[in-house]
Structure formats: structure tokens, C-alpha cells
């Protein structure tokens, strides 16, 4: 049995370095960890880049310099999960700017294609209001969203 919390390794094509320096630059409570080099006769270019390792919010991380055969998809996302509209705005700007851009229901792409979810306090609550009507209204609110308005997802879900 693993004593030891999960690592997420994120494949790169190589910018793993770039990226990890980039989330710690988002997100405040973060450090940066060992970085590994190609070795001579290893798949990749000898002395660059292979892996750096980070860590932000107590989530580890190793960015992997691996090539172009599997860019990200929206399949896997990261939540964050934000104290406050304030703390919801600055991730929501700070992962669109610079080259993300804007999805649907909160998701946003960051520059490196990475998927994140940026969730304001009570949007949960909302669409898993125990009146199914009112999570229903919240939620149908919320479809019609890019950055979520947790205020205009209450008036959808009171308007029952």
C-alpha cells in the first residue's frame, strides 16, 4: 500500500519547465522541486529538460518533457475550488491571460492547454440544491456561462 499522496504528472511538449515556473507565478502557496536532465543515449536531447518537479495548494506535480504525442484534453481538469468572487476572478484572469482562453460552465484553458475549473463559493451548493427545481434552474444558468455569476445562478434557482 502507497504511504505517500499522489503525484500528477503533466506530459509536455517541451515546456514543462516554462509551465511549472508559470503555475507558480498563479498560484502563491507553491514551490518548485528537483528538475531532471536527459541523459546521453535517453529518447530526448542530452542536458535538456526532462522533469521538474513542483508542488501548489499541497498538490505534487512533475512536468514531464515527453514530445507532442499526447497534448492535453478537457477530459482532465483541475477544480479550484475559490473562497470568494475576488479569488474566483484572479484565477479566472490570471489562466486566461497570457494565451488561455475562456470555455464553458467556469472551465478555462490555460496558455499550455491545461483545463481548469474555476469555481466561486456557493455554485456547488446550487446545483446540488436538494429542491430539484432549484438545481435545475441554477444549473440551466449556469449552461449558458463562460465565467460563472454564483449570483445570477441564485436568481435563476429563487425565479422557481
Not at 515546456?15 to 528538475?35: P, Q, T
Not at 446550487?126 to 435545475?136: M, N, V, Y
Request: net charge negative; with cysteine.
Amino acid at each position: 500500500m502507497a504511504s505517500n499522496p499522489f503525484t500528477t504528472c503533466l506530459w509536455f511538449d517541451g515546456a514543462a519547465e516554462a509551465a511549472a515556473d508559470y503555475y507558480l507565478s498563479v498560484f502563491k502557496d507553491g514551490k518548485r522541486g528537483r528538475v531532471g536532465l536527459y541523459p546521453e543515449g535517453s529518447p530526448g536531447v542530452a542536458g535538456e529538460v526532462m522533469v521538474v518537479e513542483f508542488e501548489i495548494n499541497g498538490q505534487k506535480f512533475v512536468g514531464l518533457n515527453g514530445g507532442p504525442q499526447f497534448p492535453f484534453t478537457e477530459a482532465v481538469s483541475f477544480q479550484i475550488h475559490c473562497a470568494d468572487d475576488a479569488e474566483a476572478d484572479y484565477y479566472y484572469e490570471a489562466l486566461t491571460g497570457d494565451g488561455g482562453q475562456e470555455s464553458a460552465c467556469g472551465w478555462v484553458k490555460d496558455k499550455f492547454g491545461l483545463s481548469w475549473q474555476v469555481i466561486p463559493a456557493g455554485a456547488i451548493e446550487l446545483i446540488s440544491d436538494p429542491d430539484p427545481g432549484r438545481a435545475a434552474r441554477a444549473t440551466a444558468a449556469m449552461m449558458k456561462m463562460k465565467k460563472l455569476d454564483v449570483t445570477e445562478m441564485r436568481r435563476a434557482a429563487d425565479a422557481g
